[in-house]
């Protein structure tokens, strides 16, 4: 079993910075990949980005060039850096786990085995 918890999030003007952490707990997960998503308010889950042990990195198109994905496998936290934020942006962001190689399966949420309860991000016009 593994436990993620998310933090960093809350309330933003467009433009500004936030950074979002997530450690994990309980299982050794420094070979897995760790992915990023957000839910809108009335939407889906949708893929932000994932980062693979490797530091390889996939992103979303609609942050790329604005946000920043890594991780510390020394102790199994992925980080998320968002930069000049939009209001479009707002939605709770969760981390998941999942396994295998970066591939278009990683934009899929039923692919990932352990989530996050979220944390809020409100970017304010």
């Known amino acids: 079993q593994v436990q993620l918890t998310e933090s960093g999030g809350g309330l933003v003007q467009t433009g500004g910075s936030l950074r979002l952490s997530c450690p994990t707990f309980g299982r050794t997960v420094s070979t897995y990949i760790m992915g990023w998503f957000r839910r809108a308010p009335g939407k889906e889950r949708v893929f932000v980005a994932a980062?693979?042990?490797?530091?390889?990195?996939m992103y979303a198109d609609s942050v790329k060039g604005r946000f920043t994905v890594s991780r510390d496998n020394a102790n199994g936290t992925t980080y998320l850096q968002m930069n000049n934020l939009k209001p479009e942006d707002t939605a709770v962001y969760y981390c998941?786990?999942?396994?295998?190689?970066?591939?278009?399966?990683?934009?899929?949420?039923?692919?990932?085995?352990?989530w996050g309860p979220g944390t809020q991000v409100t970017v304010s016009s």
């Open positions: 998941g786990v999942t396994t295998g190689r970066l591939n278009i399966a990683t934009k899929v949420p039923w692919e990932y085995s352990f």
């Open positions: 980062v693979a042990y490797s530091g390889d990195t």
